[in-house]
């Protein structure tokens, strides 16, 4: 089984990079967004609980996506693997990750830092809400969401590369050629189960 943790700042281009993988690779992907969104849209008990924190501006409490993603990982057991998109954003919720993964014997494999300069990501956010036409994509509410990612990253950036895990991969190339950086360090840990540390 292969399961790898995709992660990167607003703008990097980690969620069509998920969606690379998880074809090349026929994994399946895990998006905590989603399955949260789901759980509200067919009302289940759980999406009630989710709705309540949603509709008061509150997070949804780390247990309850980790016990929504155990659901998932044991409903698709025969699966090849998983891709964790947009989840841990912090060490809380990596320790709890590794925990319930290990407790299934599927821990992480490899984890993936895309890296894109901040001036590149503010180019690409504000391309990309000029083209959407959201107006809350301005300047500086893009800085913020930059910020928060920092604080949120940087303490997984040391836990994942501590277990030797992690495998930084410079973003700034077009879609195709970060792939092929993508698919070079998921062929190098498959071949011979080594994590390259970084891709330029």
């Known amino acids: 089984m292969l399961n790898i943790i995709i992660f990167g700042p607003p703008g990097s281009g980690k969620g069509t990079q998920s969606a690379k993988i998880v074809e090349k690779y026929h994994l399946k992907h895990i998006s905590t967004g989603d399955l949260l969104r789901d759980e509200m849209k067919r009302q289940t008990k759980l999406g009630k609980e989710i709705a309540k924190y949603i509709d008061n501006g509150?997070?949804?409490?780390?247990?309850?996506?980790?016990?929504e993603l155990q659901h998932t990982v044991k409903k698709n057991c025969d699966r090849s693997g998983f891709v964790f998109d947009g989840f841990p954003r912090t060490l809380n919720q990596a320790e709890m990750l590794d925990n319930m993964l290990i407790c299934n014997e599927m821990p992480v494999n490899i984890v993936i830092s895309v890296d894109v300069r901040e001036d590149e990501l503010l180019k690409r956010l504000l391309g990309r809400a000029e083209d959407s036409g959201r107006s809350d994509d301005n300047e500086e509410v893009i800085?913020?969401?930059?910020?928060?990612?920092?604080?949120?990253?940087l303490p997984l950036v040391s836990y994942y590369s501590n277990q030797?895990?992690?495998?930084?991969?410079?973003g700034m190339d077009p879609v195709e050629k970060v792939f092929e950086k993508i698919t070079l360090a998921i062929d190098t840990y498959l071949l011979n189960k080594e994590v390259l540390v970084e891709v330029n």
């Open 164 to 170: 030797g895990k992690l495998v930084r991969i410079n």
């Open 58 to 67: 509150m997070l949804v409490p780390d247990d309850i996506v980790i016990r």
């Open 143 to 153: 800085w913020k969401r930059i910020e928060v990612y920092k604080s949120q990253s």
